[in-house]
């Protein structure tokens, strides 16, 4: 039974394939049929013909290349990445003109349509798409046909009543038979090797990532810097102020009386001490001293001991030798906020961080054993966490049901040592 | 009593030496990188040192490496560390050779002279001068362990308060207690503690250990 099923499905794959891959040509044969039907002798029929030709590759192109794509990320899940160009922002400039990028149009409606055909025609995938139809059809559309041309010969020959056809027929029965389960495999392989974008629309989607991954640095180191020096200004340098002005006080009052003079000497001290502890934290925020004294895996030991959680550090392996200072930064506040949020929204108590490094990547992992339920929102923590290690190339990975527990998982790729 | 200053920017170890000159004792050396703390710490013996954890030539912890080679050398050498900030980690690696005689401070507990000298003579003494933030840390975080369970809220809050090294008298103070009161309080924890030596400083130092020690362990 289990064998009709498997049967079954790769017969009705093969045929999805072969109609999927000979849309195209099906089209050149209509052309070519219209042709001859017109007369080939009269010149005037043949523009309809190739217009056909034209407008079937050219319109079906795409369409195909996206079906393609769905079948097989459905049945292999292998994905394979479209690269197709995306439409910038359509805006209004102070004029009342529409701006999308390519022209200047009087109405927002103009903006969109002018955008997306210059976005359509312009792209350097419909060059590849192209390749692609016209290779398809000669390797996986023609496999792929064997099961259901097999089929269609066993259905004709075997109600023939001479013994060719009917032998014919046979052996088309034995074909469609032995060949349906594997005809359509062929798509995957041809899929990923003609389908796959080019190095220069893979660079061309990097650049667009490094973009918007500057943009966010610079906005971010803008508004941190700002913090600083607004922490210091209302914070360190206003107390030293006063601190200057009780010293002053002191001074003048010393002779004619000590008792208040020395009341303000202790407000004084008092005054350092509070000043010392605000910098000391400001420290912490920009750059941890335990970082710098002893790189990245006692931080974080540190930073376990001090964590509200009953944290513990395992470290695999020669994980943190010789890492950049930014990405042990970046690495130090990420799992500081890991850790925090497990203390504050998943109520935990225990959690596990976990450092190691596999081929190619430094890999730290975050365990809580609270409530769970953690996910990437746009504009949220763990979002902002995301972006901050995308500057390194690294990623964030957030598994987390409801109940727990959470897990995340960073990833920063480095030379393997 | 003879102290080295191990410190490398020269404001505060001059107003070190002079702080400490002012209050009747002998600054015998002073170093200003690692390396020299470590020659001096092994070459004068002194009888408490006062070391910074940050100094030259990396600028990252050699202070505290230059101590911990030197108790390593000579057990018990007694230490105070001076720092712009406390980590557990740290005071968790100056305590774990048991022998006591070391003190982790912010750098700001000199404002206080009387309190600063006291802390270098109980250091000297071989008693503990430890930070009140690493020891709330300590108290707010980690699962005792199970010779601790068995103290109750009082008796660790004494623990906590000789963690941060005070004597019977200043504790009795802080909780409003008696000093016998105190007094009955640490003999019935030691007891608990399974700890029988003789001399009082030692038995204060391997109270605190077991405590220090008991929280989530390093």
Redesign the interface.
């Known amino acids: 039974m289990r064998l009709v099923g498997a049967w079954v499905s790769g017969f009705g794959r093969s045929c999805a394939v072969a109609a999927v891959c000979l849309a195209v040509p099906s089209t050149w044969v209509a052309a070519v049929a219209l042709g001859i039907w017109w007369g080939a002798a009269n010149p005037w029929s043949w523009p309809a013909p190739v217009l056909l030709v034209v407008v079937g590759t050219v319109g079906l192109a795409r369409p195909v290349c996206q079906a393609v794509r769905r079948l097989v990320a459905r049945w292999t899940g292998t994905r394979i990445p479209g690269g197709y160009r995306e439409a910038g922002p359509v805006t209004r400039l102070s004029t009342g003109y529409w701006w999308n990028g390519f022209s200047y149009e009087r109405t927002r409606r103009d903006a969109l349509m002018d955008q997306r055909w210059r976005v359509r025609w312009r792209d350097p995938a419909n060059v590849r798409d192209l390749r692609f139809v016209a290779v398809a059809p000669f390797t996986a559309g023609l496999v792929a046909a064997v099961p259901p041309v097999g089929l269609a010969l066993a259905v004709l020959g075997l109600n023939e009543s001479q013994l060719f056809a009917r032998l014919a027929g046979a052996l088309g029965l034995v074909v469609a038979l032995a060949a349906a389960p594997f005809a359509w495999r062929l798509l995957e392989p041809v899929a990923a090797r003609f389908l796959r974008p080019s190095p220069a629309m893979a660079l061309a989607e990097r650049v667009d990532e490094l973009t918007a991954q500057r943009a966010d640095v610079t906005v971010a180191q803008a508004a941190e810097i700002r913090r600083i020096e607004r922490d210091l200004h209302d914070g360190a340098q206003a107390r030293l102020v006063a601190l200057g002005l009780s010293l002053a006080t002191a001074q003048k009052l010393m002779d004619r009386d000590p008792e208040a003079a020395r009341a303000l000497m202790r407000e004084a001290q008092a005054g350092a001490t509070a000043s010392l502890a605000e910098l000391r934290e400001l420290i912490r925020g920009i750059s941890p001293p335990v970082l710098s004294e002893r790189g990245l895996v006692d931080a974080l030991r540190a930073l376990a001991l001090d964590s509200p959680l009953e944290a513990e550090v395992d470290v695999r392996g020669e994980a943190a030798a010789e890492l950049e200072a930014p990405i042990e930064s970046a690495l130090y506040f990420a799992v500081a906020e890991l850790l925090t949020n497990a203390a504050k929204h998943a109520h935990a108590t225990h959690a596990r961080i976990t450092i190691g490094r596999d081929m190619a990547a430094l890999v730290v992992e975050v365990e809580d054993d609270g409530r769970g339920g953690a996910e990437v929102r746009a504009g949220g923590g763990l979002d902002g966490l995301r972006r901050r290690l995308a500057v390194f190339d690294g990623t964030l990975e957030v598994t987390s049901p409801r109940g727990g527990p959470t897990r995340a998982i960073i990833m920063v790729p480095c030379e393997s040592l | 009593m003879r102290i080295l200053v191990a410190e490398d920017l020269y404001l505060l170890r001059d107003g070190m030496v002079r702080l400490i000159e002012a209050c009747g004792h002998e600054v015998v050396a002073t170093a200003s990188t690692g390396p020299e703390t470590l020659q001096a710490l092994l070459a004068f013996r002194p009888d408490v040192s006062v070391v910074d954890?940050?100094m030259p030539p990396n600028?990252?912890?050699e202070g505290l490496r230059a101590a911990l080679a030197a108790r390593r050398e000579v057990p018990g050498l007694p230490i105070l560390i001076l720092s712009?900030?406390v980590?557990?980690?740290y005071a968790?690696e100056l305590l774990a050779d048991g022998s006591g005689g070391v003190g982790y401070l912010?750098?700001?507990s000199v404002?206080?002279a009387d309190q600063f000298v006291d802390a270098l003579e109980r250091v000297a003494a071989g008693g503990t001068a430890m930070d009140p933030a690493v020891i709330a840390?300590l108290l707010?975080?980690?699962?005792p362990s199970r010779s601790l369970d068995r103290l109750t809220d009082r008796e660790r809050e004494v623990l906590a308060l000789m963690a941060e090294g005070l004597s019977n008298q200043a504790v009795g103070r802080r909780l409003f207690l008696s000093e016998s009161a105190v007094g009955k309080y640490t003999t019935s924890m030691f007891g608990k503690l399974g700890i029988t030596d003789d001399e009082d400083t030692n038995r204060r130092v391997r109270a605190v250990l077991a405590y220090l020690n008991s929280t989530?362990s390093?």
């Open positions: 954890v940050r600028q990252t912890d712009q900030h980590e557990q980690l968790r912010l750098k700001e404002f206080d840390k707010s975080t980690g699962s989530t390093p």
